[in-house]
């Protein structure tokens, strides 16, 4: 039963993010007036980057803000994307040699917070408390309200723990940036295995490539400091190398979301950053 459970919760969460991503496409076709072409952009992404005046490297450029989505399902697919974004960055092809600003000690444990605390966060928990609770998971937390507001904080929880452990702990000990680097460009076969390589290599603080050491040892550590949270869940070896492997595997799947997540913007039509907005004569300049 815990096989399945584990399987059922990684593809839930993966297949969840994307029916919501998917689900404004047929609905923003609609509501578009045809009057209203979009205009054509000369490059995929004109302004990936910006200066940085105080360091031999260059910044990406910020995320897109919520209100530069427009109607009510494109505000739902920004939200939803916030965490696909947040932890992605853009190589510069346009500039070869240049090299991204990496994240400070701040700046990880800032990225660490605002995952923590992203609404999706919130959502997840709640959708696998829903789960466990109607598998009956860890029976000692009873059912009724009680039984699923604890399935909740553990689930919310374990969230918080595995981010800090991979994207502030693991980071800073080892000098590792926790996002995901795009490859952006070149056949689709190469970048869906550019996203899966990224369980296994990472980049460090200056750039060069290194061994992920905050996919495994993070995740490792959240599974294990998890069993705290799910007194009923299975111990030992195994059962924590399985947790650990769906783990991996669901991030992997996150990552080929965040590989493709431009094409998935501009099919859809939403704002993605480094992209400059169609004008909107309605929209007063920020």
């Given at each position: 039963m815990g096989h399945r459970t584990n399987r059922l919760r990684s593809l839930a969460k993966i297949s969840f993010l994307t029916a919501l991503v998917a689900?404004?496409?047929?609905?923003?076709?609609?509501?578009?007036?045809?009057?209203?072409?979009?205009?054509?952009?000369?490059?995929?992404?004109p302004e990936e980057a910006?200066?940085?005046?105080?360091?031999?490297?260059?910044?990406?450029p910020p995320m897109v803000r919520i209100e530069d989505y427009n109607g009510p399902?494109?505000?739902?697919?920004?939200?939803?994307?916030?965490?696909?974004?947040?932890?992605?960055?853009?190589?510069p092809q346009y500039k070869p040699g240049a090299k991204l600003c990496t994240l400070t000690l701040k700046g990880k444990f800032i990225l660490f917070v605002k995952d923590s605390y992203d609404p999706v966060n919130f959502l997840a928990s709640a959708?696998?408390?829903g789960l466990d609770q109607a598998q009956n998971s860890d029976?000692?937390?009873?059912?009724?309200?009680?039984?699923?507001?604890?399935?909740?904080?553990?689930?919310?929880?374990?969230?918080?723990?595995?981010?800090?452990?991979k994207e502030f702990a693991?980071?800073?000990?080892?000098?590792?940036?926790?996002?995901?680097?795009?490859?952006?460009h070149g056949p689709a076969g190469k970048r869906?295995?550019?996203?899966?390589?990224?369980?296994?290599?990472?980049?460090?603080?200056?750039?060069?490539?290194?061994?992920?050491?905050?996919?495994?040892?993070?995740?490792?550590?959240?599974?294990?400091?998890?069993?705290?949270?799910?007194?009923?869940?299975q111990r030992g070896f195994s059962a924590t190398a399985e947790r650990v492997?769906?783990?991996?595997?669901?991030?992997?799947?996150?990552?080929?979301?965040?590989?493709?997540?431009?094409?998935?913007?501009?099919?859809?039509?939403?704002p993605f950053r480094g992209q400059a907005p169609p004008a909107n004569p309605g929209s007063n300049p920020p």
């Open positions: 689900l404004p496409g047929r609905t923003v076709y609609a509501q578009d007036p045809p009057a209203a072409p979009t205009p054509p952009v000369s490059a995929p992404f910006t200066k940085n005046v105080t360091a031999p490297c260059i910044e990406p399902f494109q505000k739902l697919v920004g939200t939803f994307a916030g965490p696909l974004e947040r932890k992605s960055v853009h190589p959708f696998s408390a029976p000692s937390y009873g059912q009724g309200a009680e039984g699923y507001g604890r399935r909740f904080g553990g689930e919310f929880g374990g969230q918080i723990s595995s981010r800090f452990f693991y980071p800073a000990i080892f000098s590792e940036d926790p996002r995901y680097y795009r490859l952006a869906l295995l550019h996203a899966v390589e990224h369980a296994v290599v990472a980049h460090r603080d200056d750039g060069t490539r290194m061994f992920n050491f905050s996919e495994w040892l993070g995740t490792t550590s959240a599974i294990v400091l998890n069993n705290t949270y799910h007194p009923d869940s492997s769906y783990s991996i595997l669901q991030d992997m799947g996150f990552d080929v979301l965040r590989e493709f997540w431009p094409e998935i913007s501009h099919k859809l039509k939403l």
